[in-house]
């Protein structure tokens, strides 16, 4: 199958995955019956309560209105936020950089220290510094986000005060957030470059290499570690999932401005679109992000068939 | 030998399981033997720290605001939390090993629209998902198990289907369509036995993913409502009082912790002593 055929077969998956998730935020409004009762206030009158349900096109079709939040959502307008009056897309993409920066610096930090921790625990595997990379990556994987988040205000902003509890502001706001963040992030990526490169390390063609006479830093870093890197990045659209969840919570614990604390926001408030549009946000960021990984995949293992 | 040498398969066994026979003890032994209300509290016993004892009482991990035992409140939240979510696991795994079955025996377009369906599920980020219906249909017990145990299907239906296309072709099952037993029971009796295994594995594997994903739930305030405690909700209750009792948000932390790091162990060694692939 060509790469041409493979992407565009790719495409229209996550086109129909953004179907799917369409479909389900706006079916899952109608659960309790009638979403009008959802949103007035419980001292609504008869009246203003039937002019919201006209107003939100409640009484017509449940057909018709899937349809035209569909419409809506081509045009990218998932209509207003009821809190704030202003377009629900708008709010998501106010909030995007602070999350995108919060994202970035934890996935930066927990590849990083997972790749060498990894490769560490492989090449020195079943040593004292192996077990306690696999202790590390262990821990990392059982502590809840909100858990280490607080530990970590508790330690070191409020014991130590070496840095802020909350908010966002300069470098010093952003460190604990994205340690919190990266934790999971780098025991999976640990786990997973330590596995697959003790497994690549079993090769034959490892053997050659070091027959050769090649350094083993050489046979590692050449050799090995390039083959162990397809299951790493096979699993990475996986974990950005974890990683995007991950960060709702943390963003409310550090009190960042990003989309997670919004959408728990809304959530409170009852503000329904503004967490329709959240969801199918984040529901397009990680199919493009999975749509990245499978490109990535393909570039880096040509032998794979598609 | 090294330390490390010694930490052997077994050792995982070992760790993973006295982990999880503790946190079982609490929940299971815990009311027995430390009878205290976990809802009834004096005012005047507030934010007591760890091994203070008030007129005689003796509160090991402290009290809370309303100066109720932390204790007495982390065995009913065990208990609750357990229960939540072992009874969602076993719905996510029945759900996602029938359709998986299913999927793979029939193949063709049955098989195209259910595995549709699992990417889909899997490429909602549950949590915002779960927060969404949670906030629809409101948070008792019996919602939160069926929104948990229903989003969790989905890797089981992969996994079982994989096994099932290996399965279908094997001789006996070949022969038990040549004798025209009718599909179901072919899939119950015949297919099902044998995948079972990789299935358990799984489920094992699940459960951390579920305990942290219901004890968010509880921290975020969107779970089982307060007073009654569950792992997540005591945590979000203390971090109110961060500044004054910590331990509020230590101890239910750590019981979490066991909790995964026990599934964690026990579903690794699973893993290597059934040598099962979850590919």
Do not use: C
């Amino acid at each position: 199958m060509g790469f041409g055929i493979f992407i565009t077969k790719r495409l229209g998956q996550g086109v129909l995955v953004l179907l799917g998730v369409s479909a389900i935020v706006f079916f899952s409004l109608f659960l309790t019956g009638d979403p009008t009762t959802l949103m007035v206030s419980p001292d609504a009158t008869a009246a203003e309560i039937q002019q919201f349900r006209h107003a939100m096109g409640f009484d017509d079709p449940l057909w018709l209105q899937y349809a035209r939040f569909l419409w809506g959502l081509v045009q990218g307008d998932l209509g207003n936020s009821l809190r704030f009056h202003q377009p629900a897309m708008a709010l998501v993409l106010a909030r995007l950089p602070a999350t995108a920066i919060l994202a970035s610096a934890a996935l930066a930090w927990s590849t990083a220290a997972g790749f060498v921790f990894g490769v560490i625990g492989a090449v020195w595997r079943g040593s004292r510094i192996d077990l306690f990379v696999r202790l590390a990556a262990l821990s990392g994987q059982a502590v809840p986000v909100f858990w280490l988040g607080l530990l970590l205000i508790i330690v070191f902003a409020l014991r130590l005060r070496w840095l802020p509890t909350g908010g966002m502001g300069g470098i010093e706001h952003l460190i604990l957030p994205a340690v919190a963040l990266g934790a999971y992030y780098m025991s999976a990526v640990t786990r997973l470059v330590r596995a697959s490169l003790i497994e690549a390390l079993a090769q034959d063609y490892v053997r050659t290499a070091r027959s050769k006479g090649l350094s083993e830093w050489r046979v590692v870093m050449r050799h090995a570690l390039r083959n162990a890197l397809i299951p790493v990045v096979t699993v990475q659209g996986m974990y950005f999932a974890a990683l995007l969840g991950g960060a709702l919570i943390t963003e409310i614990i550090f009190a960042w401005p990003g989309i997670g604390r919004l959408a728990v926001q809304a959530i409170e408030n009852r503000d329904f679109p503004l967490v329709q549009a959240v969801v199918l946000f984040v529901a397009f960021v990680f199919v493009v992000a999975n749509l990245i990984v499978d490109v990535t995949y393909g570039l880096l293992n040509p032998r794979i068939q598609l | 030998m090294s330390l490390a040498g010694r930490w052997t398969k077994a050792a995982d066994l070992q760790l993973g399981g006295g982990l999880l026979v503790l946190v079982l003890a609490i929940g299971l032994v815990g009311p027995v033997v430390w009878p205290l209300d976990p809802l009834a509290g004096h005012l005047a016993d507030t934010f007591q720290p760890p091994l203070s004892a008030v007129k005689g009482v003796l509160h090991p991990l402290g009290t809370d605001q309303l100066g109720r035992d932390l204790l007495a409140r982390i065995i009913e939240g065990v208990r609750i939390s357990l229960s939540i979510v072992l009874v969602a696991g076993a719905i996510s795994a029945i759900v996602g090993t029938a359709t998986g079955v299913i999927a793979g025996y029939l193949g063709g377009w049955v098989d195209t629209v259910l595995m549709r369906l699992a990417d889909i599920q899997l490429a909602i980020p549950f949590i915002l998902l779960i927060l969404l219906v949670v906030a629809v249909v409101g948070p008792s017990f019996t919602n939160l198990i069926l929104v948990l145990g229903i989003t969790g299907w989905a890797i089981y239906a992969r996994v079982a289907r994989a096994r099932t296309l290996e399965v279908r072709e094997l001789e006996y099952i070949e022969a038990a369509r040549a004798l025209a037993l009718p599909t179901p029971r072919i899939l119950a009796f015949h297919v099902l036995p044998n995948i079972l295994v990789p299935q358990i594995v799984l489920l094992t594997l699940d459960l951390p993913r579920l305990i942290v994903l219901e004890a968010s739930i509880g921290f975020l305030g969107l779970g089982i409502q307060p007073p009654t405690p569950t792992l997540g909700n005591l945590i979000g209750e203390g971090r109110s009082y961060i500044l004054l009792a910590d331990w509020l948000i230590l101890y239910p932390g750590l019981v979490i912790a066991a909790l995964v790091i026990a599934f964690n162990l026990i579903g690794d060694w699973l893993v290597k002593m059934t040598e099962t692939r979850l590919d």
